[in-house]
């Protein structure tokens, strides 16, 4: 960010603070003085609100800190299978732990895999070490959400009677499966890598409401209407399922610490 920039949201927070500041001391010598229920309340809602928004903002910035340390560890790990040499390893599994401080079983995982690294390991084989004993198991669980999320999308589109609502539940079922893939690898990544999720998410919802809205032409439009509607929702479900598929393996992708072998 620029000065500018900066010298804008200083001031915003600080304009921010003096209001509620004044809000808070007008509301609580009501309270007192006139012995008001009513600015009491208010008052006791604004501590609340204000005791809130700091606990998110320092939710917000570990999660941050967290994030940059995945950040790094993900463009390390890249860097080190194409450098292809040895004695980094151990940066490596530093950002690891970084990531993973808040997770035990993780964190034991990674302290036994730094436990079993030997200097004639290269730093390729440190990384297949991690995958194999750390991220295997998360691939999988990752692999089941995204097969249940596809099966979601096929029977969801095909219940729904309007291509509009089949947008919003592919929508839907997106969002919770990026949101599924995070809490399985414990962390995401940055707001460029949500956005190149979100936005073929987006691209499925509305593909998805092109696709129905033609079926139900063709539908319409066919002399036999079972027929057509049948075979036009199962094969629309198909093309969901399987666009589902592709965009959890992109969300994996994207959000795993360590690049994909």
Known sequence: MSVAAWL?????????????????????LGAIRERSVVDGLYFVALLVLVGSLLGLVTQQTR?????KSAERAREMAVQLAKLDGAGSGMRLLAALRAVY???PLVLGKL????LALQPHHSDRDVIELLNREIFTAMDQ????????????????????PHP??????VMVLSVMLIRDLMVVYGLRHSLRSLFRVMTRS???ASSTALMSTAVEFAMR???????????????EALVVARRMLTLGAVAKAEIRPLPLE
């Open 111 to 114: 302290n036994a895999a730094a």
């Open 221 to 235: 439009a066919a002399h036999d209407r079972l027929a057509a509607a049948v075979v036009g929702t199962a094969g």
């Open 8 to 28: 804008a949201l200083g001031s915003m927070v600080l304009i921010f603070a003096l209001i509620i500041f004044s809000s808070a001391v007008t509301l609580a």
């Open 164 to 169: 509009a609502l089949d947008a919003v539940v």
């Open 101 to 103: 401080s808040d997770k």
């Open 202 to 204: 987006l691209f499925l």
């Open 141 to 160: 669980q990752a692999d089941q959400q995204i097969q249940k999320a596809a099966l979601r999308a096929a029977f969801g589109v095909s219940s729904c």
């Open 63 to 67: 999660a941050l800190r967290k994030l």
